[in-house]
């Protein structure tokens, strides 16, 4: 970087980057708002600590706020005490601990992504990664795939009262073959 690095932990491999990823992500919910899309998340894991999960098959508006204005962003009240215990831990031995946020995309129309190199989860990987301190992604089921036969992973379709076309399970995690399905984009991150 030719001399414009900050060694004393701050600048291009700064966490302190997330801050202007947050402003622009404001922005760009007002829009998304607009259009019907909503997005949420919550912290899902600290340590061993876990919070509840959103409902992979139907998750609401209120789902999404459900964790804001919390100290910490979660789902069950007793998960953000421990939560908040244990990052206090390591805090007064001088450490930190790592965690994983899962995140929830609603109202995505069907349709949008591509195959191959410009799919959905390539494009919202790209940006996750570009988050100073994430070091993994999963979309739906995710690594737990690997434990699971074909006829478990599989999402049975089905025909709704107003036409629409949906799945009764949601490992795809609303994307199939890089393309939205219409059904809840669910993923999680590795935080460091």
Not at 4 to 20: E, M, N, Y
Not at 24 to 37: E, F, N, P, S, T
Not at 89 to 112: D, H
Not at 119 to 128: A, H, K, Y
């Amino acid at each position: 970087y030719k001399g414009f690095q900050d060694p004393t932990g701050g600048g291009h491999f700064s966490g302190r980057l997330t801050a202007p990823l947050c402003i622009a992500g404001g922005i760009i919910l007002q829009i998304l708002k607009a259009r019907g899309i909503y997005i949420g998340a919550h912290i899902s894991k600290i340590g061993t600590v876990c919070d509840a999960s959103y409902d992979p098959c139907n998750v609401s508006v209120q789902d999404l706020q459900a964790s804001l204005g919390k100290e910490l962003p979660v789902i069950n009240p007793k998960a953000e005490a421990a939560m908040s215990d244990l990052i206090l831990e390591q805090k007064s031995v001088g450490n930190s601990i790592g965690g994983a946020i899962e995140c929830a995309i609603i109202g995505m129309p069907v349709g949008i992504g591509n195959p191959i190199f410009d799919g959905v989860e390539n494009r919202l990987s790209q940006c996750v990664f570009g988050i100073p301190a994430i070091k993994g992604i999963e979309f739906g089921s995710g690594f737990g795939v690997t434990e699971m036969t074909g006829s478990q992973n599989n999402d049975g379709y089905y025909i709704c009262e107003d036409g629409s076309v949906k799945t009764y399970t949601n490992n795809h995690g609303g994307i199939l073959g890089g393309i939205s399905s219409g059904m809840p984009i669910i993923f999680r991150v590795a935080v460091k």
